[in-house]
């Protein structure tokens, strides 16, 4: 998760952000990390770039981007298999 | 005839040199764009995480009326809706949209996206500022300063504002400046009167 939260720190800008200060439950939107609705398109761009998951249905996204530990667990359950 | 506005301040960022009313206040000279910005961000001590994912024209016309406002008008003076801001520069978001447009050849960023319009660096300040006020972004040849004393003056008295944030805000690769002036109704104790002949001087002196 450490490196999931690297990822996120640098697709989202959040320079004044170690990975160490977002909380593996903390909520990414609202009274969480305070993200807003284009970093929830930056998210799926990162999914898409780092993992090659294409985010099925858009309302997926709610529950996926509840926090940095429902996003390593939806990345593990969608990741193609490695060649 | 326009009732008389005065400028209360002016700021300017030009060439590594980042000016208030005509007083020097930080130098840095020589590096790129992005890293001078990042600097002067952190030399004024500005807490706005939002500014780290803002493109380069918005951070440079953010920062300009970061410090142009600093000390010269407290934040909530005047009603939300009473104050407005006219920008005008040469290049629009061309910056901006290079860089989204090299996304593009990957997975196009959305982020990137939203600052593919000049008049964003607009809606940032005034979200910052909690401004709800008339706004206009002009782009120009090179600033017309005559168009700007009229169109505020216009603005400022039929939307019955109390200050205007006026100025050029401009970017292109690593060539930028920012001269940014606060007109207001009410004269303050070192304001000049908004006159075409005053804006020019001061221009003229941030641009050496």
Redo the contacts between chains.
């Keep these: 998760m450490h490196t999931l939260k690297e990822q996120i720190i640098r697709q989202?800008?959040?320079?004044?952000l170690k990975p160490e200060d977002i909380g593996d439950d903390q909520p990414l939107f609202v009274e969480g990390l305070g993200l807003d609705s284009?970093?929830a398109?930056?998210l799926i761009?990162l999914l898409?770039?780092e993992y090659k998951i294409k985010l099925a249905n858009a309302e997926e996204g709610q529950s996926v981007f509840r926090s940095v530990r429902t996003m390593a667990q939806y990345i593990t359950e969608h990741q193609p298999a490695q060649a | 005839m326009p009732e008389q506005k005065y400028i209360s301040a002016s700021c300017s960022i030009v060439h590594g040199i980042v000016s208030k009313d005509d007083k020097l206040l930080y130098k840095e000279e020589g590096g790129h764009v992005k890293d001078f910005l990042l600097s002067a961000y952190k030399r004024f001590d500005i807490d706005y995480?939002k500014f780290?994912?803002m493109d380069s024209l918005s951070k440079l016309g953010f920062l300009a009326t970061e410090i142009l406002l600093k000390g010269s008008m407290e934040k909530g003076k005047y009603e939300q809706d009473k104050t407005g801001i006219v920008f005008a520069n040469r290049n629009a978001s061309l910056d901006a949209d290079l860089n989204y447009w090299e996304s593009v050849k990957?997975?196009p960023?959305?982020?990137l996206f939203?600052y593919t319009l000049p008049n964003i660096v607009i809606g940032e300040i005034c979200i910052r500022n909690n401004f709800k006020g008339e706004n206009a972004f002009f782009v120009q040849e090179k600033f017309d300063i005559p168009f700007t004393e009229f169109y505020v003056n216009d603005l400022m008295d039929r939307r019955n504002l109390d200050a205007c944030i006026c100025g050029w805000v401009d970017i292109a690769g690593e060539e930028y400046a920012a001269v940014v002036y606060l007109i207001e109704k009410e004269k303050k104790e070192n304001s000049i009167l908004f006159t075409t002949k005053n804006i020019t001087h001061i221009y003229e002196l941030a641009n050496g």
């Design positions: 989202l800008n959040l320079k004044d284009i970093d398109l930056e761009v898409q770039q | 995480p780290y994912k990957k997975i960023s959305p982020a939203v």
